[in-house]
């Protein structure tokens, strides 16, 4: 064999078993990371499927996902015992971690009541197809509240703009809407209100017809609305009595006489003082007198 050959050859599988050690040593290098790494998992409980609000969390709905530390999310779970029991507040995704934030508190109830956050009310009103906007009320919505009535001493029924942008909880007996975000027929819709706007929601219900207006949710704005009677639906114009009178133009003011002036007061002068006497030094040797010469004896 040419030796050029045999030296090429013993060059080339010397590289190659370098090249091999390296590539040896860097595998074992990682397997013992990656045992090292999964020595360190931590435990996290996750849900099996999803679950939406108002489902009370069992066995079957959760299990055990190993984590690495710093993808723990904060508030979630290491114990399934933890969970159970609870009811969903928030919607819960498969394989997405059971967190404290969406749970309440264990015994606190089932379905609805343990989503109605602290000081807040929830309140049923009674619709129709009309006045439900044709079933299109879903979970989550935001809508305002109108009633039609005949108001004490109106001319005629009324309606007005009693609530604006109110969370719909529910639609019938749904907390959720269709999973393929179709309308709902539902007889009553579940309203999140303040206790003030509780007792005016039933009173408008009560003392009138309810009907809920959709609005979009990103709209915060607070609308200020006179209402409307129903003779403006028919005459276009507001009841008389309502009706802002015509402002008179106001009197022009009336020229006043200017008041004599009054005349003047007579000052009294005080006489000026008399002037002071004339005096006259006599010496008479080493005397010295002064004499006083009275006024007018001088002629």
């Given at each position: ?72 999310p ?30 309440a508190?264990?015994?606190?109830g ?16 009674r ?54 975000g ?45 209402g ?6 028919y005459?276009?114009?507001?009841p ?5 009178p015509?402002?008179a133009p ?50």
């Amino acid at each position: 064999m040419d030796r050029r050959f045999l030296t090429v050859l013993g060059v080339s599988l010397v590289f190659a078993l370098v090249v091999s050690s390296v590539f040896y040593q860097m595998t074992a290098h990682s397997g013992t990371s990656n045992k090292t790494d999964t020595s360190n998992m931590k435990d996290m409980v996750v849900a099996t499927h999803p679950m939406g609000v108002g489902v009370m969390v069992k066995p079957p709905d959760v299990k055990i996902m190993k984590v690495p530390p710093d993808a723990f999310p904060k508030g979630a779970f290491i114990k399934v015992e933890d969970v159970l029991d609870r009811p969903v507040i928030s919607n819960i995704l498969i394989d997405e971690p059971i967190l404290e934030g969406r749970l309440a508190a264990k015994g606190s109830g089932l379905g609805l009541a343990p989503t109605i956050p602290v000081g807040m009310r929830a309140v049923s009103v009674r619709v129709n197809d009309v006045a439900g906007v044709a079933g299109f009320v879903l979970p989550g919505m935001h809508v305002d509240v109108l009633v039609t009535g005949r108001p004490p001493n109106g001319e005629g029924d009324m309606t007005s703009t009693c609530l604006q942008n109110i969370l719909v909880l529910s639609a019938g007996q749904n907390m959720q809407a269709d999973a393929r975000g179709q309308a709902m027929s539902a007889p009553t819709v579940t309203l999140l209100v303040t206790p003030e706007q509780a007792e005016t929601l039933t009173l408008a219900g009560a003392d009138g017809h309810v009907q809920l207006v959709l609005r979009n949710s990103s709209d915060q704005t607070m609308e200020k609305t006179p209402g409307r009677y129903i003779t403006e639906l028919y005459t276009g114009r507001r009841p008389a009595a309502l009706e802002k009178p015509e402002a008179a133009p106001k009197p022009r003011p009336r020229a006043v006489a200017a008041a004599p002036a009054p005349a003047p007061v007579p000052v009294a002068v005080a006489p000026p003082p008399p002037p002071p006497p004339d005096q006259v030094v006599v010496i008479r040797g080493t005397t010295r007198t002064v004499e006083t010469i009275p006024n007018g004896a001088k002629n």
